[in-house]
């Protein structure tokens, strides 16, 4: 199968070993671009070199886009999760409910004694879990950088609190 180019196409082949180690061919900037580790040395390069601002600028917005993806990535995990342990929580107090139901229910009645029971470690179980998710949410927020007002405003812990974590 070959392979077709187009008037929209345009190759060039740049061969690194037969550059010139002096700057002052028209190519040595863009190979400095090639080699920057970091934004700082992009944005050194890009002052120095005008005709390289639009390079940078290029990549920056690229890497935001990733970082962007990786964040939405880890708030939709955290929904996930907290979603999980509000479930598994509430798991915990039915059985702690209907073990105290039963419990109670052979003083009082089974009825009687499995309702109390069971909605007594129902809302004990829900509460316990969701400040234990609201806390483990909020110090995922806080790793990912976020500031304390925003982990405030999505879990609606204290500002001391969330210092404390």
Do not use: Y
Not at 44 to 71: D, M, W, Y
């Amino acid at each position: 199968m070959s392979l077709r180019f187009t008037d929209l196409l345009k190759v060039i082949i740049l061969e690194l070993p037969k550059v010139p180690d002096t700057e002052d061919r028209p190519v040595w900037p863009w190979l400095q671009f090639l080699k920057c580790k970091n934004a700082e040395d992009c944005m050194i390069l890009a002052k120095k070199h005008p005709k390289l601002k639009e390079a940078v600028n290029c990549t920056q917005r690229a890497s935001f886009g990733e970082r962007l993806e990786a964040t939405l990535f880890l708030l939709d995990k955290q929904r996930r999760d907290l979603r999980a342990w509000k479930e598994e929580v509430r798991e915990e107090a039915i059985a702690e409910g209907l073990a105290e139901g039963l419990a109670e229910g052979r003083e009082k009645g089974i009825a009687e004694g499995l309702a109390e029971g069971l909605a007594e470690g129902l809302a004990e179980g829900l509460a316990e879990g969701l400040a234990k998710g609201k806390l483990e949410a909020a110090g995922k927020m806080k790793e990912m950088g976020e500031p304390a007002e925003k982990i405030h405003a999505v879990t609606g812990i204290s500002l001391d609190e969330i210092d404390k974590i």
